[in-house]
């Protein structure tokens, strides 16, 4: 079992930054494909962003692309989502998720998402 907690959302003005991480628990991290997804109110949960195992891989959604940038650090069981020149359409919440492989459809773990509010 794999516990992911979200943490770094908040209120931001338009154009500003956001760091969001999220630690994972047990020792099978470093096997599995992270992700970002977000839910604005009304809207489908979408993919912000994935990161293959080793971290070699990644791949965004086009609405973030140049401006998100996904990471992760094995040794500390944790993935981040690096946002810059935020929009007000980027506010939504948050989803760190996991699965066991890059060619997977399903995701197996869900975090508890973090809001994300951007002002204009």
């Known amino acids: 079992q794999v516990q992911l907690v979200e943490s770094g959302g908040g209120l931001v003005q338009a154009g500003g930054s956001l760091r969001l991480s999220c630690a994972a628990s047990?020792?099978?991290?470093?096997?599995?494909?992270m992700g970002w997804f977000r839910q604005a109110p009304g809207k489908e949960r979408g993919i912000v962003a994935q990161?293959?195992?080793?971290?070699?891989?990644?791949n965004y959604a086009d609405s973030v692309k140049g401006r998100f940038t996904i990471s992760r650090d094995n040794a500390k069981n944790t993935v981040y989502l690096q946002m810059k020149s935020l929009k007000v359409e980027d506010t939504a919440v948050y989803y760190c998720?996991?699965?066991?492989?890059?060619?997977?459809?399903?995701?197996?773990?869900w975090g508890q998402g973090t809001q994300v509010t951007v002002s204009s």
């Open positions: 998720a996991a699965k066991r492989s890059w060619a997977a459809s399903d995701i197996d773990y």
């Open positions: 990161i293959s195992s080793s971290g070699i891989i990644t």
């Open positions: 047990g020792r099978t991290f470093s096997s599995l494909t």
